[in-house]
């Protein structure tokens, strides 16, 4: 892996920067991305952060999410993925790599397949946000509102506001010295990113609700989202990735899972655990990634194809010895 001098020497060095996070942006893909993109942009650097589908509704309240454009404004001498677990997940237009610039990696996926010509990759950092933040505290760059506003949202959105098991001292200290330095307000944030819901989105909250299926020793529970219901309701896919948590809420369950048929013929399964199991693991089975408490994976069937195939192997895999391995693990990461 590459070191932080390195990489602080790659952020100083160049002129033109050109950044891009995953697919399916999240708050500390978006977060990261900004973060660093205003701080370069501040230190007098040219940059460009691309998101071909745009900017989510929910992490528009950002202030410098209008400088995010749909396409590259200019020809990279570095490109920097953040947030994003593989090559194939970095949303950047192909033509971008013709221009043979280094590709900088900076990410905390478990299951990053260090793609990056240089990477910067920590899987024991809470978000990619706080890994942004010591490199552009440790580089000496001027940090200011909106900055430490994208770091914050980054930061609270991966870690679940504060509730999962990566939410760390490091973590907590870092939002207080954003919270004190530069008067961001986590209600605020808190409230723009969960509490402004469309009518729509809670209605088709409720039918992915009544989907909701428990496996018969309660450990496993998983719910459904075809293109049908996806078609009767006008909502943003980004506004259904919190709704696997409700699996996860359930007293007693291990495994929770969320089908989304994205296209005709093609699923996202989310998959989220408590404690003893790591999805990261299990997604990766079927080409994904992820973290040990939250991962993803896309299988190019239908879904009720993709629910056949995922939960005989989950469950096989609860019945064997893989929970005792993963348990064993999990004691050594916390
Ligand atoms: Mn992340």
Redesign the pocket.
Known sequence: MTGREEILHLLAKYNRYLLGCHLHPDG?AIGSLLALGLALETAGKEVAMVLPGGVPETFRFLEGTEKILPAPSLTPEVIIAL?CADRERLLLPEAVFASGAPVVNID?HLSNSMFGDFNYVFPEAG??GEIVYDLLAGGGFTLDKRIAEAIYTAVAT?TGFFRYSNTSSRVLSLVAKLVAGYGISPSRIAEEVYEERSYDSLRLLGEVLSTLRLSADGKIAWMALSQQLMAAYSVPLEETENFVNYTISISGVEVGLFFKEITPGETKVSWRSRITVDVSRLAAHFGGGGHARAAGCTIKTPISQAIEQVLPFLRSYLAGAGLKNTAGDEKKRV
């Open positions: 500390d947030d905390h978000a990619t991966d």
